[in-house]
C-alpha cells in the first residue's frame, strides 16, 4: 500500500512459514483475477462446499488440478455438477515455484535447516489449485492441508480484502497461533516443520480491496504438489 510509514517487510511467522508482503504487483493481480473468473464459470466452475456432517463452508471454491472434497480428491467435481476437473495452467505452477524462491531464497532451499523439505529440482511441479471465494462474512476454520502424499510447500496468494489469517500449530487447532493481516498481493509460504500446521481464516475486512483491482470481496489462491498419481474419481 502506497505511503507506508513503515513499509511490510519479508517476514518468518515460524520455521518454515514466510510471509512476503506484495509480492503480486498490481498488474500480476488483474491477470490472476481475470484468470480466476474464468475457472469459476461451469462446467466444474465455482460451488458451495459441504461437509461430512452436513454443514456448508461460507467461502466458495473451484479447483484445478485435482478436485478437492472433505476429505480427499478427484479428477471430477464429485460434490459438484460431475465435470472434470479444469487443467492446472503451466504459468500457474510456475508461479508456485517463483513463490517459493520469493519465501526460502531459491528452489532448493530447505526453510528449517534441521528438517529436511521436499523441495528439490527435480520435485513435480505445483500441480493443485484450490481458489477460494470469501465474501464480507465468510470464514474458514482452523484445519490442516493433509490430504496431498508430497511435502512440498503450500504457497497462497490473496487477492481483494485484506483478511486476519490465523497460523497456528501442528498439533491442535488452539494455541499458540498468530494472526497475520494478508492484503492483496501478498504471498504466504507453509513447509517443512509449518506444512501440517493448522490455520484459518476468522475474519475478512470488506473494503480493504485496492479500488482499481475491481473485486469486492477476497480470493485466495493456494497453490499445492499432490504427489497422488492418478486420483480416484
Excluded at 23 to 42: H, K, M, N, S, T
Excluded at 129 to 157: C, Q, T, W
Aim: a negative charge; hydrophobic letters at 35%.
Amino acid at each position: 500500500m502506497d505511503g507506508e510509514l513503515f513499509p511490510r517487510e519479508r517476514t518468518e511467522i515460524a520455521p518454515g512459514a514466510v510471509h512476503v508482503p506484495d509480492w503480486l504487483g498490481p498488474e500480476r493481480q488483474r491477470e490472476l483475477l481475470d484468470a480466476c473468473r474464468d475457472w469459476a464459470r461451469p462446467p466444474a466452475g465455482l460451488r458451495t462446499v459441504r461437509t461430512p456432517g452436513g454443514g456448508t463452508m461460507t467461502a466458495r471454491q473451484v479447483c484445478l488440478g485435482l478436485h478437492w472434497y472433505p476429505y480427499g480428491y478427484a479428477r471430477t467435481a464429485v460434490d459438484g455438477d460431475g465435470e472434470p476437473v479444469k487443467p492446472m495452467p503451466d504459468w500457474l505452477a510456475e508461479l508456485g515455484r517463483e513463490a517459493m524462491v520469493a519465501a526460502y531464497g531459491h528452489p532448493d532451499a530447505d526453510p528449517d535447516a534441521d528438517v529436511a523439505v521436499d523441495m528439490d529440482a527435480d520435485v513435480d511441479p505445483y500441480d493443485i489449485a484450490l481458489i477460494n471465494f470469501y465474501d464480507g462474512d465468510s470464514r474458514m476454520g482452523m484445519h490442516r492441508d493433509a490430504e496431498e502424499k508430497s511435502g512440498a510447500p503450500v504457497v497462497s496468494l490473496s487477492l481483494g480484502d485484506t483478511c486476519v489469517f490465523r497460523f497456528g500449530n501442528s498439533a491442535s487447532r488452539g494455541r499458540p497461533y498468530q494472526d497475520v493481516r494478508l492484503r492483496s498481493g501478498d504471498l504466504f509460504v507453509f513447509g517443512g516443520p509449518a506444512r501440517l500446521a493448522y490455520h484459518g481464516v476468522p475474519k475478512v475486512l470488506p473494503g480493504t480491496a485496492p479500488p482499481a483491482l475491481g473485486l469486492t470481496g477476497r480470493l485466495n489462491i493456494t497453490l499445492r504438489v499432490g504427489g497422488l498419481g492418478s486420483a480416484p474419481g
